[in-house]
């Protein structure tokens, strides 16, 4: 199995945002120190960008969150769909079964009698 395989159908939701948050901050950090302000201009701007960031922060977990949930749901309704599908064809194997075991029943009774029959007409 390739790693392409091994990752069909999975949510690389985690991994950006966790990405997107490392890039914001180092940008945010960055940004900061490099700009020609004074300290305390620089230390309001801190502060406002920090609480930028913490509500975008916020939200995208929010977003995530959400996503999970609907994947959640998703998984639920398909095992329970499973669930029913499963119970249904082994109510189906089941009744086909003891159809058969009856009709193998028959037959052998039908073979006993006409064994009997030959076995009398021999002797």
């Known amino acids: 199995m390739n ?3 091994s990752n069909r159908g999975r949510s690389h939701a985690p991994e950006v945002l966790i990405t997107l948050t490392l890039g914001l901050a180092v940008g945010f950090v ?3 120190l490099l700009a020609p302000k004074s300290g305390k201009e620089t230390r309001k701007e801190l502060i406002e960008k920090g609480e ?6 916020k939200e995208g977990f ?3 969150k959400v996503k999970l949930a609907e994947v959640k749901g998703m998984g639920e309704e398909f095992l329970e769909k499973s669930k029913d599908a499963f119970e249904k064809t082994t109510k189906t194997v089941s009744q086909k079964a003891g159809k058969a075991k009856k009709k193998v029943k028959k037959v052998i009774s ?3 009698a006409a064994a009997k029959k030959v076995e009398e007409s021999l002797s």
């Open 62 to 64: 929010e977003v995530a």
């Open 3 to 5: 790693m392409e395989d």
């Open 110 to 112: 039908k073979g006993k």
């Open 30 to 32: 960055a940004g900061i």
């Open 52 to 57: 930028e960031f913490a509500e975008k922060t």
